[in-house]
């Protein structure tokens, strides 16, 4: 009798044992995140970070990542911005440099803080870029935001129009301004060649996203203290007078441009050997290898009145978490985030898609090796002696289209220039 309790008692047991063990697992059973992406389009770098996406799920089997792609990322934040005046957010929204989302849902209570998670692990702060910070960190201690790629930006040339043109060095190699002066002498200089030559080509394609994004404010840092400090977004009482001047300066490279409709247009035009200088960031480097004259390709710094080199070094808007009240789900978005900004995954993206990365920590020889275009142009780009933020990470949209007013040739008046 004895020993039948005793067998009855550790079959109980067992079985206690056993539904415990299955109550466990189904409180942890995986957590679903949300991640809402401009990466749907059919373009190759659209290709890869969906298939970075993926890979996290492969490599984090208690979370499943629901991918939501649109087929950019204009489309995708306004759908988040959408959601957010009905008081829905996704888990994980990447905003890819349109930063106005993030001011939203700040505003709304529904955006996480990831500072406290970055304080508590010195590994992870490690792998962020210092201007992640410098751009993106409130006067309160809070961080909001990180993208998995920095905007680096000089511009691109073509050396064999400047040496053909006698724009060269000592050494007969073209050379590049340092000065605005020398490179209005530049523009001189091999617009004579090309009337001399009569040969088929403008020295700028510009288009307004090109002017704003890139032209615009790299003139107007190189000017002095005065418009630097406004370009880094300071609050420094930028003057009519030195906001005119850089509008004007602008005005008179258009003279020696061809109007593009667009971006695409402006890039193809170098690509083909159409125009000598090309405004725009180091991730044209994939795009310009395809070039059959890419060996007269390189990148320069823009240059200042001060002889100073002046680039892009630049953290837009990047992965913005929602708060959240479910624990498992905050760990879950954090470990995206991490997972998005480790070396693996940071050294794909440079290397497939020839974006810089965010994580400072990876070598830039491992992707000149693989593209040397593209290393060139960081390389360039990092040692400029001033950095300064893309116009969109420090100033309103309100600023950007008064100055699209006056390059669109509409009605100046002062007072906008001053407000």
Request: glycine share 6%; hydrophobic share 40%.
């Amino acid at each position: 009798m004895k020993r039948k309790l005793s067998i009855f008692v550790v079959t109980i047991a067992g079985t206690m044992f056993l539904l415990s063990g299955c109550q466990k697992e189904e409180t942890e059973e995986p957590i679903e995140i949300t991640l809402m992406h401009g990466w749907g389009g059919t373009l190759k770098n659209g290709k890869v970070m969906q298939e970075i996406y993926r890979d996290f799920s492969k490599e984090n089997p208690d979370i499943i990542l629901k991918s939501v792609p649109y087929a950019n990322n204009n489309i995708a934040v306004k759908e988040a911005n959408d959601m957010l005046a009905v008081g829905e957010v996704p888990d994980i929204l990447c905003t890819n440099g349109a930063s106005y989302y993030i001011d939203n849902a700040v505003k709304c209570g529904r955006v996480m803080d990831l500072m406290p998670y970055i304080e508590e692990d010195s590994k992870w702060k490690s792998e962020i870029h210092p201007s992640v910070f410098e751009t993106w960190e409130t006067e309160e201690g809070h961080l909001y935001t990180i993208p998995d790629v920095l905007e680096v930006a000089g511009y691109w040339f073509n050396e064999e129009y400047l040496k053909n043109a006698g724009f060269v060095d000592e050494t007969g190699e073209a050379r590049v301004p340092r000065t605005w002066t020398e490179f209005f002498e530049m523009t001189e200089t091999v617009q004579k060649w090309i009337q001399e030559t009569g040969s088929d080509v403008s020295i700028f394609t510009l288009d307004e996203v090109l002017v704003i994004e890139f032209l615009f404010m790299a003139r107007m840092a190189g000017e002095g203290e005065e418009g630097l400090a406004a370009a880094r977004g300071s609050g420094a009482d930028l003057s009519d007078e030195l906001l005119q001047k850089t509008l004007e300066d602008i005005r008179r490279m258009g003279k020696y441009s061809i109007k593009a409709p667009n971006v695409e247009n402006s890039r193809q035009c170098f690509i083909d050997g159409k125009s000598v200088i090309y405004f725009n960031g180091v991730w044209e480097a994939e795009a310009l290898e395809e070039s059959p004259v890419q060996e007269q390709f390189h990148y320069a710094n823009y240059p200042t009145d001060s002889g100073k080199s002046l680039s892009y070094v630049s953290a837009s808007a990047g992965y913005v978490l929602a708060k959240q009240e479910d624990a498992r789900k905050a760990e879950a978005s954090i470990r995206f985030l991490k997972y998005m900004l480790s070396d693996d995954v940071q050294k794909k993206i440079a290397v497939e898609t020839g974006q810089a990365p965010s994580n400072p920590n990876i070598d830039k020889q491992e992707i000149m090796a693989s593209s040397p275009l593209l290393g060139e142009a960081i390389d360039t780009a990092y040692r400029a002696d001033i950095q300064i933020a893309t116009i969109r990470s420090v100033w309103k949209d309100e600023q950007i289209n008064t100055i699209i007013g006056y390059l669109n040739h509409e009605l100046w008046k002062s007072e906008d220039a001053q407000e």
